[in-house]
C-alpha cells in the first residue's frame, strides 16, 4: 500500500503472493523485495511491473535504491550467498554487475547519495566492504569487531568522506572512508601477521544503552553529529570532533518504554 500523507488516503494498492521483505520508494519506480526475487514497478496509479531479479533467500528484505535522480542504480542481493548484484534501471540491457562481498550471506548493504559507493556487511558483522558501483571493485575495508554481531544499519554522510555502523552490540561505529589515517590500526601491522592486525578501526564509536534494535544516520545541519533512534522508541544525538572525543548532545524517549535515562539532557 502507497500511502499519501498529505491527503491522508492510501492511492496505491498491490496485492503478492509470497510475503513483501521491503519496499523501496523513488520518483519514478516502486521496488518490492520478495523472499526469493526482486521486482520492480513504475510510480503510476496502475504500476506496471517492468523487471523481475531472482536472488538468493532474502528474508531481511535487503535492496537498496539510489535516491539521486540522476543515477538509477538499484543494489540487491545476488543468487549466490554473499553477493550483491548491481542494476542500472536506466539502462538493463548492458546488464548487472556482481561483486563477491561475502564468503557467508548478507546482513546489510547500504548506498551512498550519489550512487558511487555501496557498503555490505555478512552475518558475521565483524567486516564492512565498500565497492565502486561502477565496477564492483573493493576500496575500503573496514573492521567493526573481532566478535559476531548483527548489523543493523549502515549510512554514508552526505560527501561520502564518513560511514557510521549500528549493530547489536549497542555500538555505533564511525568510520572515515577517504582519511585512512584516522581510523586506528593496531601497531601490530607487520606484513607476516594475519590480516586481522592490519584492520582499519573505527576512530571513534558511541554506546547505546538497551538491546533494541537501532538505525543511525549523520545530521543533516551538523556534519559532526550522528542521529540514533531505538526500537524501544529512544532518539540520541551524539556529536563528535575530528580527534574522535563524543559526547551525547540529546535523548528522548517516545514511547516512555522502560525506566528514565537519569543521565539525559533535557
Same mark, same amino acid.
Given at each position: 500500500?502507497?500511502?499519501?500523507?498529505?491527503?491522508?488516503?492510501?492511492?496505491?494498492?498491490?496485492?503478492?503472493?509470497?510475503?513483501?521483505?521491503?519496499?523501496?520508494?523513488?520518483?519514478?519506480?516502486?521496488?518490492?523485495?520478495?523472499?526469493?526475487?526482486?521486482?520492480?514497478?513504475?510510480?503510476?496509479?496502475?504500476?506496471?511491473?517492468?523487471?523481475?531479479?531472482?536472488?538468493?533467500?532474502?528474508?531481511?528484505?535487503?535492496?537498496?535504491?539510489?535516491?539521486?535522480?540522476?543515477?538509477?542504480?538499484?543494489?540487491?542481493?545476488?543468487?549466490?550467498?554473499?553477493?550483491?548484484?548491481?542494476?542500472?534501471?536506466?539502462?538493463?540491457?548492458?546488464?548487472?554487475?556482481?561483486?563477491?562481498? $561475502?564468503?557467508?550471506?548478507?546482513? +546489510? @548493504?547500504?548506498? *551512498?547519495?550519489?550512487?558511487? =559507493? /555501496?557498503?555490505?556487511? !555478512?552475518?558475521? &558483522?565483524?567486516?564492512?566492504?565498500?565497492?565502486?558501483?561502477?565496477?564492483?571493485?573493493?576500496?575500503?575495508?573496514?573492521?567493526?569487531?573481532? $566478535?559476531?554481531?548483527?548489523?543493523? +544499519? @549502515?549510512?554514508? *554522510?552526505?560527501?561520502?568522506? =564518513? /560511514?557510521?555502523?549500528? !549493530?547489536?552490540? &549497542?555500538?555505533?561505529?564511525?568510520?572515515?572512508?577517504?582519511?585512512?589515517?584516522?581510523?586506528?590500526?593496531?601497531?601490530?601491522?607487520?606484513?607476516?601477521?594475519?590480516?586481522?592486525?592490519?584492520?582499519?578501526?573505527?576512530?571513534?564509536?558511541?554506546?547505546?544503552?538497551?538491546?533494541?534494535?537501532?538505525?543511525?544516520?549523520?545530521?543533516?545541519?551538523?556534519?559532526?553529529?550522528?542521529?540514533?533512534?531505538?526500537?524501544?522508541?529512544?532518539?540520541?544525538?551524539?556529536?563528535?570532533?575530528?580527534?574522535?572525543?563524543?559526547?551525547?548532545?540529546?535523548?528522548?524517549?517516545?514511547?516512555?518504554?522502560?525506566?528514565?535515562?537519569?543521565?539525559?539532557?533535557?
Amino acid at each position: 500500500m502507497i500511502w499519501d500523507d498529505l491527503k491522508k488516503i492510501a492511492v496505491i494498492e498491490m496485492e503478492f503472493s509470497s510475503t513483501v521483505r521491503s519496499v523501496k520508494l523513488r520518483r519514478d519506480r516502486i521496488v518490492v523485495a520478495l523472499e526469493t526475487m526482486v521486482k520492480v514497478y513504475t510510480f503510476t496509479q496502475t504500476p506496471q511491473q517492468l523487471h523481475v531479479f531472482e536472488t538468493y533467500p532474502n528474508p531481511k528484505g535487503l535492496c537498496v535504491l539510489c535516491p539521486s535522480s540522476t543515477n538509477s542504480l538499484l543494489a540487491f542481493p545476488g543468487q549466490n550467498a554473499g553477493q550483491v548484484e548491481i542494476v542500472d534501471l536506466g539502462n538493463t540491457e548492458k546488464g548487472s554487475t556482481t561483486v563477491a562481498a $561475502h564468503e557467508t550471506s548478507l546482513s +546489510c @548493504i547500504s548506498m *551512498n547519495l550519489q550512487g558511487t =559507493l /555501496l557498503a555490505t556487511a !555478512s552475518e558475521k &558483522g565483524t567486516l564492512i566492504r565498500i565497492f565502486e558501483t561502477f565496477n564492483g571493485t573493493m576500496v575500503n575495508e573496514l573492521r567493526r569487531g573481532s $566478535h559476531a554481531a548483527l548489523i543493523y +544499519c @549502515i549510512n554514508f *554522510n552526505h560527501d561520502s568522506s =564518513l /560511514l557510521c555502523v549500528s !549493530s547489536d552490540h &549497542g555500538t555505533i561505529h564511525i568510520f572515515a572512508v577517504d582519511d585512512h589515517k584516522k581510523n586506528r590500526q593496531s601497531s601490530l601491522g607487520v606484513s607476516f601477521l594475519p590480516k586481522y592486525f592490519s584492520s582499519k578501526w573505527s576512530f571513534t564509536k558511541f554506546q547505546v544503552a538497551g538491546n533494541a534494535p537501532c538505525l543511525c544516520a549523520f545530521g543533516s545541519s551538523d556534519p559532526h553529529s550522528v542521529i540514533v533512534v531505538c526500537g524501544d522508541g529512544s532518539y540520541h544525538k551524539f556529536g563528535f570532533d575530528p580527534q574522535g572525543n563524543c559526547t551525547r548532545e540529546i535523548y528522548a524517549n517516545f514511547l516512555e518504554i522502560g525506566n528514565h535515562d537519569p543521565n539525559a539532557k533535557d
